[in-house]
């Protein structure tokens, strides 16, 4: 009886122990809120952890990044970067550096942020057509600013983005939380060495594991925010300048010869009298950034190629350069209705005019040329043209005929039947021999009795 009256007294010993230690972990997260709130507003007394200032910082105001209104990089935009007042701040960076040379840029940029005590934390590659390269750099933050103006440098700057974000609060509230939780865990620990019952144990060992749990996964936040903390991180992609070609055709036209001295024209349909003349104009833009040579055009419509156009604008054997244009112009006379289609290719080549290997675009543009009668006598050619006109209408006309017709196309045998049957009777009747048995008579004369 004593012994089940002392385990009793036991567990409601436990269970009051871990009232007090609820309690307790009630009372320290409320005096952590109101750490966290001084170390932010900067009023009452200071907290009791301390905040891990950036690398570098001195507390003499040593170790500030970049005054206002740097220019990051060659052609990079104006970026104001925070300057380290003790906050934890995470600086990022993505840019983009068109180059000549993927591979030997990349090199470079490797060189670079190791030359300022960076390191190289990965890279994607792809070759050829397309060749490009993606770096990401890990850099101290003092060096932040410096590392972007020198990768800025390598190359032409196409994108550029800087993001500074603080996260002083976010670590000053994880530095609070463990700190409560590892005292929680402590309290734990004591409470069950001194446990005997089963129960109250087992109890326990759960909230002790929870406690645990949370406690590392607190930890493991507050060391991921502190590595983005004391490194910048910086994201490279190289791509080739030479790397975005571009081709537009536009083809126009307008009544008349004039050696293609009125194109381009704004009139993207040709509407001309039947005999009449008619020039066709071709106008091809470089709107890419690389330069381009072989041009190619045809247009089986027509039946012209690149050697039958009069240039008037520009050489077609000389190198486009990217922003350039060329026109060219077809003298022709128009005959009847027409659809052009017409094609053009280049192939881009390098600044010294050598051809780029497994490149090469094109351009397909489409444009109507229509032929209007004069009017006056027809000729034969326009009687020839009614005629078949003609014919075709009525033969349209009986296959239409035919498909009505065809549903009832049954009657036909049935009432030559009937004419043949009826024939046959009258021919008997007037014979004097008996008439044909009909099968309805038939019918009547089994009915009468024998």
């Known amino acids: 009886m004593n012994t089940k009256l002392g385990r009793r007294w036991a567990s409601a010993l436990v269970m009051v122990l871990i009232l007090l230690v609820g309690a307790c972990s009630s009372s320290d997260n409320d005096i952590a809120a109101e750490s966290r709130f001084d170390a932010v507003s900067g009023q009452g007394a200071a907290p009791a952890t301390t905040v891990p200032s950036p690398p570098g910082d001195a507390g003499g105001g040593e170790g500030e990044f970049a005054d ?34 993927v591979a030997a840029a990349g090199l470079e940029a490797t060189r670079t942020i190791e030359s300022l005590g960076g390191f190289l934390f990965g890279q994607q590659t792809t070759g050829a057509p397309d060749p490009t390269s993606v770096l990401t750099f890990k850099i101290l933050p003092e060096d932040f600013q410096e590392a972007l103006a020198r990768l800025g440098s390598i190359g032409e700057v196409r994108t550029q983005s800087v993001t500074a974000d603080d996260v002083t609060e976010r670590v000053v509230d994880l530095q609070s939380r463990i700190a409560t939780a590892a005292a929680s865990v402590t309290r ?65 036209g307008y009544p008349g010869h004039d050696d293609g001295l009125s194109c381009p024209s704004d009139d993207g349909v040709i509407r001309i009298d039947e005999g009449e003349a008619a020039t066709v104009c071709f106008e091809i833009v ?165």
């Open 68 to 101: 206002a209104g740097n220019t990051l990089g060659s052609g990079g935009a104006e970026v104001v970067v925070l300057k380290n007042q003790g906050r934890d701040i995470i600086f990022n960076a993505d840019l983009t550096v068109a180059v000549t040379d």
């Open 188 to 252: 734990l620990k004591g409470f069950l060495d001194a446990a005997t019952d089963i129960d109250a144990i087992a109890e326990l060992e759960n909230q002790l594991l929870q406690r645990e749990t949370d406690l590392e996964t607190m930890r493991g936040e507050l060391r991921t925010l502190q590595d983005r903390v004391d490194l910048a991180t910086i994201v490279l992609r190289l791509t080739e300048a030479l790397s975005q070609p571009d081709l537009q055709l536009a083809v126009s």
């Open 286 to 450: 470089n709107a890419g950034d690389t330069p381009l040579a072989g041009f190619v055009l045809e247009d089986a419509v027509l039946g012209v190629e690149l050697g039958d156009l009069i240039p008037v604008y520009g050489d077609p054997a000389e190198v486009l350069e990217p922003g350039q244009s060329l026109v060219l112009a077809y003298e022709m006379v128009v005959a009847r209705n027409l659809r052009t289609r017409t094609r053009v290719s280049a192939e881009p080549v390098d600044q010294d005019g050598n051809r780029l290997e497994g490149r090469e675009i094109a351009s397909t543009v489409a444009m109507s040329i229509e032929s209007i009668d004069p009017g006056g006598l027809p000729g034969f050619r326009d009687g020839l043209t009614a005629s078949w006109n003609a014919l075709l209408a009525v033969g349209g006309l009986l296959v239409l005929l035919g498909a009505a017709i065809l549903p009832f196309i049954w009657i036909i045998p049935l009432v030559w039947l009937v004419w043949l049957w009826q024939r046959r009777r009258d021919r008997t009747r007037a014979e004097g021999g008996p008439p044909p048995i009909d099968p309805g008579d038939d019918a009547a004369a089994g009915a009468q009795p024998e």
